[in-house]
């Protein structure tokens, strides 16, 4: 019965435990600076409601999981712990709260932004271009390829993956030229390939759309793929267009009768060499030699 009462306590004490309430904003402020020196963020020169709003959002992130106050001891061990796990909360609470950031500031985000890099990577760009901090655009190409969403093509201006079908530059916003597009995907290697495959069809759905698609996955090609897939519609100028078609058609044109017997001969030709070879190396495979041949050769 006393093991009864005993259990059913306990049972009691964990069931108002979990219904504790954790005044996180006390605790915050109560421990904000310590919070920031904890965090080792004292250096960003930050005022005091920046402060208080940083250590409020790491109270509640180290809480939110928990169901009993933990000592301030606990909590600020915690905090220094995990400061470069937390750099993504604080980076994106200064980006809510700064309208203009600091070059200290800036090199934080950036640095230890993680993923917040990347929702702002525009502004954080123009920010870093603004400074002429090279440095901390490698960082954010570095950010866009681990984070983002890196897209096929190049852009020639700010050197990250990320020119859209319209031919704008998610990042830096730059259009690129049609022109620029060719070169960054090496239009005339990838057109060889094209011509190599292309039927009188592709060249007649050229002739009516003046334009050539390039899917990263496939190459060039005069059909659009599936709706999601990422591709870009490359206009050809008079002159592209009429090279292409004509190869094209060359390579359908039925051609003069000596020139069709020379090649049909040419393919005998070859056809009879690759037998002969093959003959041979099995005739050598099936030679043994014997004590009598070599006998014969030491003779002569």
Not at 107 to 119: L, R
Not at 199 to 217: G, K, M, S
Not at 249 to 277: F, R, S
Request: aromatic share 4%; glycine share 4%; charged share 40%.
């Amino acid at each position: 019965m006393a093991k009864e009462e005993n259990s059913t306590g306990k049972r009691k004490r964990r069931s108002r435990r979990k219904h504790v309430k954790i005044d996180t904003k006390s605790i915050a402020e109560t421990l904000t600076d310590e919070i920031i020196e904890a965090l080792g963020i004292g250096y960003l020169d930050l005022n005091d409601k920046e402060k208080r709003e940083i250590a409020l959002a790491v109270v509640e992130e180290l809480t939110s999981s928990i169901n009993y106050k933990p000592s301030k001891a606990t909590l600020l061990s915690r905090i220094s712990r995990l400061r470069i796990r937390l750099a993504p909360l604080i980076s994106e609470k200064l980006l809510e709260l700064r309208k203009k950031l600091s070059e200290d500031v800036l090199d934080y985000i950036i640095n230890y932004g993680g993923p917040v890099v990347v929702a702002n990577v525009r502004r954080l760009y123009n920010e870093a271009k603004r400074r002429g901090r090279e440095d901390l655009i490698g960082v954010l190409r570095s950010a866009w390829e681990t984070y983002g969403r890196p897209l096929p093509v190049k852009c020639p201006n700010c050197g990250f993956s990320a020119i859209q079908p319209n031919l704008i530059c998610f990042v830096c916003g730059r259009k690129i030229t049609p022109e620029e597009l060719k070169e960054a995907i090496d239009f005339e290697s990838l057109l060889e390939m094209f011509v190599d495959i292309a039927t009188l069809d592709d060249a007649r759905r050229l002739e009516e759309n003046q334009a050539i698609i390039y899917d990263p996955e496939e190459g060039l090609k005069t059909r659009r793929g599936p709706l999601e897939r990422i591709q870009y519609i490359i206009p050809l100028t008079k002159t592209e267009l009429n090279t292409i078609v004509h190869k094209i058609e060359e390579k359908y044109k039925p051609k003069p009768k000596i020139i069709a017997e020379i090649e049909k001969i040419e393919k005998v030709t070859k056809v009879l060499k690759e037998e002969t070879k093959k003959v041979e190396e099995k005739r050598k495979r099936e030679i043994r030699p014997t004590l009598d041949m070599f006998l014969r050769e030491e003779e002569k």
